[in-house]
């Protein structure tokens, strides 16, 4: 079982930049697709983006394309989100996640996700 632990978030005024890291721990996440989700207060948690195996696919939910940039480092079982041109609604909690590394298709929505780190606090002042 794969250990997940985000780290990168903070407060940030609007127009800025942060980029978040998810290290992993237990088992290599070469095996794993890798996503981020967030959930801002009262609402549900969303997808945000997603990487498959080795990172030549990515998936981004239409209200971050454009801005947000998921990547991987396998070699230091590592998973960023850079996140620039950060708006006020882009407040949230976000979370590393991944699927159980048997499935065969990367998941798009919060409950195709297995396991899931602690999370970290983004926020953006308007």
């Known amino acids: 079982q794969v250990q997940l632990v985000e780290s990168g978030g903070g407060l940030v005024q609007a127009g800025g930049s942060l980029r978040l890291s998810c290290a992993a721990s237990g088992r290599t996440i070469s095996t794993y697709y890798m996503g981020w989700l967030r959930q801002a207060p009262g609402k549900e948690r969303e997808f945000v983006a997603a990487i498959s195996r080795i990172g030549t696919r990515t998936y981004y939910a239409d209200n971050v394309k454009g801005r947000f940039t998921i990547s991987r480092d396998n070699a230091k079982n590592t998973v960023y989100l850079q996140m620039n041109s950060l708006k006020p609604e882009d407040t949230a909690v976000y979370y590393c996640?991944?699927?159980?590394?048997?499935?065969?298709?990367?998941?798009?929505?919060?409950?195709?996700?297995?396991?899931w780190g602690q999370g970290t606090q983004v926020t953006v002042s308007s």
């Open positions: 996640a991944a699927p159980r590394d048997s499935v065969s298709y990367i998941p798009l929505s919060a409950g195709g996700y297995d396991y």
